[in-house]
C-alpha cells in the first residue's frame, strides 16, 4: 500500500536552517507569535493530519471519484469528515486576518501545511485551495461588507470558495470570455452564462459555496480590459446561516484523467444574483490575486508529486531484488541484489529526490516573499513583489513539469507493477498530469515570464534574481568545499544574461522568436534556479559538517544530492540553451495545410 509520512527533518531543514525563518518572522511586523517552537508544534499537528487522516483516502478519492446526481455532488467516502475535522482543527484560518476571523500567521506557514495536505492527497487539498485563493481575492479587494459577509464564513471554512474563469471557447485566452453580468437597481447584478472545468464547483463538504466569477458588464471594451469580477453565492446569505438558493447549478461533473476525488465542474448561471468585487472592467487585475495564489500552489503540486513518487519508490527499490549489482553481489544471502544497487534505478531515485528537496527550497523561498510582499515596509515589499512575479512562472511551470517526470520515474522504478493500480504510482501520474495544464500551461508560463516579465522589463526583472545569485556565488568563491557548486553556477547565471540579449535581439527582428525559445528558456531558467537553491542547501549542510555535527549522515546526504544535481540534471541546461537559440525558422516553415498529406 502507498503512504506518506510528512518529511519533517526536510521542512525543518529548508524552512529553519537554510531559510533561517526564525529571523524572517521577527523582521515582519504581525509575525511576533511565529516562534520557532509555535511554527513546530503546528507544522508537527498538520503532519499528523496528513499522515492519519488524509493519506489514506487517497487511493479511495481515486477509486470512487464524485458522483453527480441531479445537480448534486456526492465527494468520495471520508472526504466530508475529513474536511469536518479540518475545519475544527481551525486549519482554513490559519494564514488569515484576525479581524474576520484567522489565526494571522505568515502565508510561509500556510504554504508547509498546504504541502503536506496536498502530497498527501492532492484531490481532498484542492477544496480548501481553492477557498485559500479566494479568500485572499476578498481580502485584498472586497468591501467591508463582503468581507463581513463572505470572508469570515470562508476563513471559518464553514463555507468554500471557487476560481470560475473558463468557458468552453476560452481557457488561455479570457479576453474571449462571455458570462454576462446585468447591473439591478439594487446595486447587485444579474449573472448569466456558463463555466466549464471548475474545481470543487458543486460538493457536499460545506453548507454554502462561493463562486468567485469572471463577467462582463454591458457595453465594456471587447478582450481582457472588458472583464469584471464577482461574488456568486450558491445560497444567498442569510444573516449568519445562508437562505434561498441562487441561480447557479451544477450541470455536470467532468470523467478525467487523474485527481477523480476533486470535482471539475459546469457551472451554469441563470441570472445568479451577484456582487462586484474591485472596480468595473478591472476584474482581471483583481482575479490575478486568485491566480498568483493559485499558481503557487500549483508549484506546490509539481513538489508534492515528486516527494510521493519518491517516498513510494524508495522501499520498493530497497526490497524488490532482480539481477546482481555489476560490481558483484551485494546481497550474497539472497537470491538476487535489490534494484536500488544499479545506477539506472539510483539515478531515478536521486532524480526525484532533487526535484522534490530543491523545489521545496523554491516554493518556501517564494512564500517568504509572500510574507514579505504582504507585511514589509514600502521598499521591501517592492523588491518581494518582483521577485515573486519573475520567479511564479518558474516555479510553476518548471516545478510541475519535474513533478511530472519524478511521477513517471515512480512507475519506471516498480517496473510492470508501477502500471498496476494497486501500487499507486500509476495514480501519482495521473494525478500530475493536471498540473502542467491548469493555472496556465506550461507554454503560457514561459510567454508569461521571457514575453512579458523579462522582455517588456529590458531583463530587470531577471537581474533582481541574477544579482542575489551572483552575490552568493562571489561569497563563496574561495571556499574550496563550494567551488564545484558556485562556479557552475556563476557561469550559468551569466549565460543566463547573454542568452536573454540574444533572444531578445532575435524577437526584435520577429516575434515569433518570443514564443519559439520560450518553453526552453523557462526550463534553463527552472534548471539555473534549483542549482541555486541546491548550492545554498549544501553551503548550509557544508557547515554544519564543518562546524561538527550529531546528523553527519543528513548533511552529508544533502551535499551528495547536489553533487548529483550539478553532475546529472544542471547539464540538461545544455539542451535547452542550444534550442533556444535555433530560432523560429524550423517551426514556422512548414505551411498549416503541409503537415499531412
Ligand atoms: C481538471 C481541471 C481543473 C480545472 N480547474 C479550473 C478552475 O477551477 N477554474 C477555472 O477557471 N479553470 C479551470 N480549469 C481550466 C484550465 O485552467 C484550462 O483548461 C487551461 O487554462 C487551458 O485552457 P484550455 O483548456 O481552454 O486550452 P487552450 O487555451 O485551448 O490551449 C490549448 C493548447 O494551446 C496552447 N496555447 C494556447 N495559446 C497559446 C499561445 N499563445 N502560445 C503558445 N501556446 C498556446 C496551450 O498551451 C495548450 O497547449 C481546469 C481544467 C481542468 C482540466
Redo the contacts with the bound molecule.
Sequence with gaps: MPDYKAPLREIQFVMNEVLESEKHYASLPGCEDATPDMVNAIIEEGAKFAERVLAPLNQVGDQEGCQFNDGDVKTPTGFKEAYQQYVEGGWPSLSHDPAHGGQGLPESIGTIISEMVGTANWSWGMYPG?SHGAMNTLSEHGTDEQKAVYLTKLVSGEWTG?????ESH????LGLLRTKAEPQADGSYKISGS?I????GEHDMAENIIHIVLARLPDAPAGTKGISLFIVPKFMPQGDAVGARNGVVCGSI?H?MG?HGNA?CVLNFDDATGYLIGPPNKGLNCMFTFMNTARLGTALQGLAHAEWGFQNSLPYAKDRLQMRSLTGAKNTDGAADPIIVHPAVRNMLLTQKAFAEGGRALIYFCAQLVDKAKLAGADEKLEADALLAFLTPIAKAFLTETGFESANHGVQVYGGHGYIAEWGMEQNVRDAR?SM????????QA?DLLGRKVLMSQGESLKGFTKIVHKFCKEHANNDAMKPFVEPLATLNHEWGELTMKVGMKAMQDREEV?AAAVDYLMYSGYVTLAYFWARMAQQAQLALDQGTSEEAFYKAKVTTARFYFARLLPRTRAHAEIMQSGAESLMALDTEHFVF
Design positions: 481553492l471557487t476560481m470560475c474563469l473558463t476560452c481557457g488561455t485566452d463555466k472545468f471548475i474545481s470543487a467532468e478525467k485527481i471539475t493536471i495544464l491548469y493555472e496556465g500551461t506550461t507554454q503560457i510567454l514564443g
